[in-house]
C-alpha cells in the first residue's frame, strides 16, 4: 500500500491548508479577519445581492458556517443585510463601505502573499503549473 502522502490530492490538500493557515495568520494580523471571513466578503463584493445559500455554492463553506461568519461581518459593520420585499424569508447581502475597504486591503495582502508564495517557481514553471491546473479543474467537470 502506497503511503498517503504519495497521493496526489492529500498532497494538494496538504498544500493548500499549509498556505491558507498562513494567509490567515497574515489577516488576522493586519485586518482582524480570518480567511474564510474575507473569502465571503470578496464573494459579496464580487456579486452583490447574493443569498446566504449562493454565498455558501460560492465560497465551498457549510451553510452553518456561513451564517456565523455572516452574522460577525453584520455585527461588525463589513456586510449589509437587507430582507427581499418579496420574501422576507430571504435576505440580500452587499458590503458596507467598510467592508470594500477591508476587501480592497485583503486583496492586496493576498496578491503580495501570492507573489511570495509562487517566488518559489521560474517564469517558466509557473507558466506549466497554470496550464496544468487549468487542464485539471477542466477534469471533473464533464
Not at 2 to 31: C, E, G
Not at 88 to 96: E, S
Request: aromatic share 6%; proline share 4%; glycine share 6%.
Amino acid at each position: 500500500m502506497p503511503p498517503r502522502d504519495a497521493f496526489l490530492t492529500f498532497r494538494l490538500d496538504q498544500l493548500s491548508q499549509t498556505a491558507m493557515a498562513k494567509a490567515s495568520q497574515v489577516y488576522k494580523a493586519q485586518l482582524g479577519l480570518n480567511i474564510r471571513e474575507l473569502r465571503v466578503i470578496r464573494a459579496i463584493g464580487d456579486a452583490p445581492g447574493l443569498s446566504s445559500r449562493a454565498l455558501s455554492e460560492a465560497t465551498f463553506i457549510e451553510q452553518t458556517l456561513i451564517s456565523k461568519h455572516l452574522r460577525k461581518l453584520v455585527d461588525e459593520g463589513y456586510v449589509h443585510r437587507q430582507l427581499e420585499s418579496a420574501d422576507a424569508r430571504k435576505v440580500a447581502l452587499d458590503l458596507t463601505p467598510k467592508g470594500e475597504a477591508v476587501r480592497q486591503e485583503a486583496d492586496r495582502l493576498g496578491e503580495e502573499m501570492e507573489r511570495d508564495f509562487l517566488s518559489a517557481l521560474t517564469p517558466d514553471e509557473l507558466d506549466i503549473f497554470n496550464r496544468c491546473l487549468v487542464k485539471l479543474r477542466g477534469w471533473g467537470a464533464s
